[in-house]
């Protein structure tokens, strides 16, 4: 066994060093620019994240393509995952959405990270989580915002939970209550439509290029591989030779640290 556990390992570190070597190469191209990261923003949820995104859906933004990125949203991120309608071309979009002081049994009001509505109050609300974690009721308020405050039935809004690897709110979030929210992620939800963004902004370079720093911001902080080092990783550990092993080091994780 301790010769098959050398042997994966050996295969990993095979891995983890043709990585390493490749973002040697992609950082001494200039790859690995990222102004987010100069003027540090990394991580910044308001400052970075739901502004850039809020700007990007923006039908009116500087960005001058319309509701084309908002159209790809829509259809990618929402709709993959439920049947909503949405008029982009009406749509707003709002940052840091104000909808009143928060109560003091925290069951009313808040700030709304990212807010949607077009002309017929079709509603998208987003709740963006980078590292921060959760506020008492928060996701509760926004649904009850939704629901009692603006009216708005199951098929008119639609409740996002944005996070970095697409976690489920916590309990102290939702209170305990039961109603639609969609989880959504970073890694395999916002970095896809990001992607396709850069094909919509094919012909407007500084655009296109500010989108593809973005997308580096979020695989520097996911700490995301290459995708063909990362399917090799996979197939090393899921092998049929290696899967028990595998499993044998997660079960001894804490002896060999230790």
Not at 51 to 59: C, R, T, W
Not at 180 to 198: A, G, M, N, Q
Request: glycine share 6%; charged share 25%; with cysteine.
């Amino acid at each position: 066994n301790m010769e098959r556990l050398n042997q994966l390992l050996k295969q990993i570190s095979e891995i983890v060093l043709k990585e390493n070597t490749q973002q040697e190469e992609k950082r001494r191209r200039g790859e690995n620019f990222n102004v987010f990261k100069v003027l540090g923003l990394t991580a910044s949820e308001v400052r970075l994240h739901s502004a850039l995104i809020a700007e990007l859906l923006n039908p009116n933004g500087d960005h001058g393509l319309g509701s084309k990125f908002l159209e790809s949203f829509w259809t990618d991120v929402i709709e993959s995952k439920r049947a909503f309608k949405l008029d982009p071309n009406t749509s707003n979009v709002f940052v840091e959405y104000s909808i009143g002081t928060v109560t003091p049994d925290c069951k009313k009001g808040g700030r709304i990270d990212l807010l949607i509505r077009d002309k017929n109050k079709q509603t998208v609300i987003i709740e963006n989580k980078i590292y921060a974690g959760d506020q008492k009721l928060q996701m509760y308020r926004y649904n009850r915002y939704a629901t009692e405050t603006e009216g708005l039935s199951n098929e008119q809004y639609a409740l996002l939970y944005l996070t970095l690897f697409g976690t489920q709110p916590s309990e102290e979030s939702t209170g305990k209550e039961s109603f639609d929210y969609l989880t959504v992620s970073y890694k395999d939800d916002i970095i896809p439509w990001l992607e396709k963004c850069i094909g919509i902004a094919a012909l407007y370079p500084r655009i296109r290029e500010t989108i593809t720093q973005y997308i580096t911001n979020l695989k520097q902080i996911l700490s995301i591989m290459e995708k063909n080092n990362s399917q090799e990783y996979l197939d090393v550990l899921t092998s049929n030779d290696n899967i028990l092993t595998t499993i044998d080091i997660l079960e001894h994780s804490y002896d060999i640290q230790t």
